[in-house]
C-alpha cells in the first residue's frame, strides 16, 4: 500500500509540476508576445480553465503526499513526504492569498473591457507563478526521493 500511494501521489505531482512549468515558461511567455486584444483572451480563457481545474488537483496532491507521509510515518520516507507536503501546502497559501485575486481578475478581461494596468497586473502573476513553481518542483522533488526510499 506504502508503494502504491507513493507512486500515486509522484505521478500526480508530477503531472502537475509539469503543467505548471508549462504555462510558465511556454504559454503565457507566448500569450505576451501576442497583441493586447488575443492576449487578454487568451489569458481570460486561461485564467477560467485553469482557475477551475488547478485549486483541485493542488488539493488532491496536497492530500495524497500528506497520507503518504502519514503512512509511511516511522520510515526515511516520512520527513522527505512530511517536507513535501509541507512545501505544497504553502503553495495552496501562496495560490490563495497572492495569485486567485489576480486571476479572479484576468479570467474577467476582455479587449473591451480590461484596467489600463494589466499587463503589469500580469507580470506581477507570472513572477509570483515562478516562484509557485519553484516551489512545488522542489515538493516533487522530496515526493520522489521520498517514494524511492520505500
Known amino acids: 500500500m506504502d508503494a502504491i500511494l507513493g507512486i500515486l501521489a509522484t505521478t500526480i505531482v508530477g503531472i502537475m509540476v509539469g503543467v505548471e512549468l508549462a504555462v510558465a ?10 497583441p493586447a486584444g488575443p492576449s487578454l ?15 483541485v488537483w493542488y488539493l488532491v ?14 520510515s526515511a520516507s516520512a520527513w522527505t513526504a512530511a517536507l513535501a507536503a509541507v512545501l505544497l501546502a504553502g503553495s495552496v497559501i501562496m495560490s490563495v492569498a497572492l495569485l486567485v485575486p489576480i486571476n479572479n ?46
Do not use: C, K, Y
Not at 41 to 55: C, F, S
Not at 61 to 74: E, I, Q, R, Y
Open 61 to 74: 496532491s496536497l492530500v495524497l503526499t500528506g497520507a503518504f507521509a502519514a503512512l509511511t510515518w516511522g
Open 41 to 55: 483572451t487568451a489569458r481570460a480563457d486561461g485564467a477560467r480553465m485553469l482557475g477551475a481545474a488547478m485549486p
Open 25 to 34: 515558461v511556454v504559454v503565457n511567455p507566448i500569450t505576451l508576445r501576442l
Open 105 to 150: 481578475r484576468t479570467r474577467t478581461w476582455s479587449a473591451e473591457s480590461h484596467p489600463a494596468d494589466w499587463r503589469e497586473q500580469i507580470g506581477r502573476w507570472d513572477r509570483l507563478h515562478i516562484v509557485r513553481v519553484a516551489v512545488i518542483v522542489a515538493a516533487f522533488a522530496l515526493l520522489a526521493s521520498a517514494a524511492t526510499l520505500l
